[in-house]
Each structure stands twice: as structure tokens, then as C-alpha cells.
């Protein structure tokens, strides 16, 4: 039960905590309503496999510098997301309610949330500092309490974000054009604080690194 408890603690923390993953099942969800949505918010359980192996395994081999660039890198792509979703929020209007361009939607939601996921050096490095050792530790007392705290944590990290999905989902055809873009326009500044952030944290290693 500690197992659990700490996996839902950790999840529903990184759950809501703003990001780009969550901006782009904000933007995902308006374009494409719910189902696209929630293709977003699961992107984590298809990624996170190889970040969870591959943090434990070879980042902690890499120089800082590398780290760096992968958060200068994820920066750079978040800022291109934020100015096409706010060049289209000038022009948006309300999507469709038959779904007939639902599939090329979906794709580009969830190939922009899997690389958005996987650039970002947040889930890399919180697997390498706080996920991976929970996790080595509750396997040392058995895998019934290591898959405990994979599962609390998936379903709060998963589980919070499918729900602002669902809420903007029934919200989106009520708000009207003006406030669908001002929504999405939301969106687009999200994903540049995401990217501000991602920049300032990471841009200042990548120069120091250069210098030396």
C-alpha cells in the first residue's frame, strides 16, 4: 500500500503540473475533441518505457552537456509548436462535428506529444534522480509493490490529464469561435512558457559547456 500510495502521490503531482505534454492535450482536445484528447494524455505509457531503461542505463554515463542539449533541443520544438498553434488561433474555427480529417489529427497529436515527451529532459531526469531508485526499492520488497507503484503512478499521471480532456471536450462546440481561439491561443502560450522554461533551465549548461 506505501508502494501505491507514493506511485498516485507522484503521479497526480506531474499530472497537473503545466507542461507541454499537457498544453498539447489542451490543444489536441479542442482541435479534435476527446478521443484525440486522450491519445495525448496516454502518449506517456507508449514513451516512457525506453526513458525509463535508457535513463537508468545510459544517461547517467553522459556528460551534462548532452543533457543540456536534449533540453536545449525539446526547447526549441516547443517553441515551434507554440507559433503554429498561435498562427492558427488567428483563423481557427470550431472543428467539425463529423470527424472526417479525425484521423490525421490523431496522428499528428500523437507524434507531436511522443517527441514533445521525449525531448523534454523532465521524464529522463525525473526517472534518474526520484522514479528509478522508488522504484529499485519497492522491487527489493517484491513486484507486486513494484508494479503498485507503476500503477498508482500511471493512472494519477495518465488519469489527470484524461479528465481536463473530457472537460474540454464538453466545453469546446459551447464556447463559440472567439473563445474557441482565445482557447487555443491559451494553448500556444502554454507551450511557450513550456519552451521559455525548458530554455532558461537547460540553455545556460549547453554556453557553459561551450566555453570549456
Wanted: charged share 10%; no cysteine.
Amino acid at each position: 500500500m506505501r508502494e501505491l500510495a507514493l506511485g498516485i502521490a507522484l503521479g497526480f503531482s506531474a499530472g497537473i503540473s503545466p507542461g507541454p505534454l499537457l498544453a498539447l492535450v489542451l490543444s489536441g482536445t479542442l482541435r479534435g475533441g476527446l478521443k484525440i484528447g486522450l491519445r495525448v494524455a496516454a502518449v506517456p505509457l507508449l514513451t516512457d518505457l525506453p526513458v525509463i531503461v535508457l535513463a537508468v542505463t545510459v544517461l547517467a554515463m553522459l556528460p551534462d552537456a548532452a543533457i543540456s542539449m536534449g533540453g536545449v533541443v525539446g526547447g526549441i520544438f516547443l517553441l515551434y509548436l507554440a507559433l503554429s498553434t498561435l498562427r492558427e488561433a488567428r483563423t481557427a474555427q470550431l472543428p467539425s462535428r463529423d470527424g472526417s480529417d479525425a484521423g490525421d489529427q490523431a496522428k499528428r497529436a500523437l507524434w507531436q506529444g511522443a517527441l514533445a515527451n521525449l525531448l523534454s529532459p523532465h521524464p529522463w531526469m525525473f526517472w534518474l534522480t526520484t522514479g528509478a531508485p522508488l522504484l529499485v526499492a519497492a522491487w527489493r520488497h517484491g513486484s507486486l509493490e513494484a508494479g503498485s507503484f507503476l500503477f498508482g503512478f500511471y493512472l494519477l499521471l495518465v488519469g489527470s490529464k484524461a479528465s481536463l480532456a473530457l472537460v474540454i471536450a464538453r466545453a469546446r462546440h459551447r464556447i463559440g469561435t472567439r473563445g474557441f481561439r482565445w482557447t487555443l491561443a491559451g494553448s500556444g502560450v502554454l507551450l511557450m512558457a513550456a519552451s521559455g522554461l525548458l530554455l532558461a533551465e537547460f540553455g545556460p549548461g549547453l554556453v557553459a559547456a561551450g566555453r570549456s
